[in-house]
């Protein structure tokens, strides 16, 4: 993965294909889990 990272520094379509193959959608995972806890009221972490 960090070899790729670095070559996406330099080459837009590997820096492109991380961004829509790896990160949006972990993204919009991470974005819907905050929606649902904050349409649950859950305003903390419990330990």
Same mark, same amino acid.
């Given at each position: 993965?960090?070899?790729? +990272?670095? @070559?996406?520094?330099?080459? @837009?379509? +590997?820096?492109? &294909? +991380?961004?829509?193959?790896?990160?949006?959608?972990?993204? &919009?995972?991470? &974005? @819907?889990? +905050? #929606? #649902? /806890?904050?349409?649950? /009221?859950?305003? /903390?972490? #419990?330990?």
């Amino acid at each position: 993965m960090r070899a790729l +990272i670095a @070559d996406a520094q330099s080459q @837009d379509e +590997i820096a492109t &294909a +991380i961004r829509e193959q790896w990160l949006r959608p972990r993204r &919009a995972v991470a &974005a @819907d889990l +905050i #929606r #649902r /806890g904050v349409a649950e /009221g859950v305003t /903390g972490l #419990r330990r």
